[in-house]
């Protein structure tokens, strides 16, 4: 099992950047998939990015909301994956979570909000 932290969130002005974290309680070398999601109010929770792969990163994919704006990385040393969105705009106002896919069942974290508005 692992436990999933994120933080980083807050409010910023519409252009601005955030990054956010997410540290995991165990190492992330041997998990399947780690992503991104959002979910802003009334709507579902939505794929932000993802990054597939073990030791290996074999794949990593975008919404396409989001591409060229937001990046997705990990450092495995760290046990922690990060999500560096940049040029923000108030449509990503949302409350992000991080899940890892350990084969068996998927793990989230509780969430962290962040608030694009001037």
């Known amino acids: 099992q692992v436990q999933l932290v994120e933080s980083g969130g807050g409010l910023v002005q519409p252009g601005g950047s955030l990054r956010l974290s997410c540290a995991a309680s165990?190492?992330?070398?041997?998990?399947?998939?780690m992503g991104w999601y959002r979910q802003a109010p009334g709507k579902q929770r939505e794929l932000v990015a993802q990054?597939?792969?073990?030791?290996?990163?074999?794949?990593?994919n975008y919404a396409d909301s989001v591409k060229g704006r937001f990046a997705i990385s990990r450092d495995i040393s760290k046990n922690t994956m990060y999500l560096q969105m940049k040029r923000l705009k108030p449509e990503d106002t949302a409350v992000y979570y991080c899940?890892?896919?350990?084969?068996?069942?998927?793990?989230w974290g509780q969430g962290t909000q962040v608030t694009v508005s001037s």
């Open positions: 165990r190492n992330i070398i041997s998990i399947n998939a």
């Open positions: 990054i597939t792969g073990g030791a290996i990163i074999k794949y990593i």
């Open positions: 899940n890892a896919d350990l084969g068996l069942g998927l793990v």
